[in-house]
C-alpha cells in the first residue's frame, strides 16, 4: 500500500453555501414525554424562522432527542424553505389577510415610525423579513406553527403596483406637480 502524501487535498463535494447575514429566531419548543419501563423519555421539537431582512423569509420544524440538535434540524429546513416576499419602504404595500390551518392573520401597512406591532409567531416572521412598520392581529388558532405558516401565508399574496400594473399591460403616468397658486390680490 502506498503511503499517503500530505500534500494532496481532500475532494469534499462542494456544497452551496448560505449567505451568513441570515438571522434566525426560534419561535417554539415543544418538549414531549414517553413513558418507558424504566421511566419518561423526552423529545424536543423545535419551530424556526430563517430570513435575510431583505424580502426572503422561511419556517423550519425540527425533531430530535435534544434540543441543540432540533433547532439545528428546524434551521437547516427554514433555509431550504425561503420565499421573496414584496416589501415596500419597510412596510407592506397593502392590507392582507392569510389562513393555514386554524390559524388566520391580518396584516396591515403603517406609517413611518410605527414598529412592528405584532406579538410571538407573527412578530418573528415580520422581523426575520425586515418589515419594521406594520400593524398585526392573530384571528384564528393560537397554534404556533399555524399562525407562522399563516403569516408567510399572507405576505406571499403581497404585490406591489408597479408588478400588478405590469401584469395588466398597464403604464404608470409619472407625478406632475402642481402649478404654485398665486394669492388672490384684493
Known sequence: MPPKSRDRKQSRPETPREPKETTEKVVFIN??????KGGRRFSFSALIVCGDQKG?????FGKANEVSEAIR???????KRMVKIAVQENTI???VTGEFGGGRVLLRPASPGTGVIAGGGVRAVLEAVGIRDVLAKSLGSSNHA???HATIAAL??????????????????PKVAAAPTEPASA
Open 31 to 36: 418538549r414531549c414525554a414517553k413513558v418507558v
Open 73 to 79: 434540524k428546524a434551521t437547516d429546513a427554514s433555509k
Open 156 to 173: 406571499s399574496q403581497l404585490r406591489l403596483k408597479d408588478d400588478v400594473f405590469r401584469l395588466r399591460g398597464k403604464t404608470i403616468r
Open 146 to 148: 399555524n399562525v407562522v
Open 93 to 95: 404595500p397593502h392590507m
Open 56 to 60: 426572503k423569509v422561511g419556517v423550519g
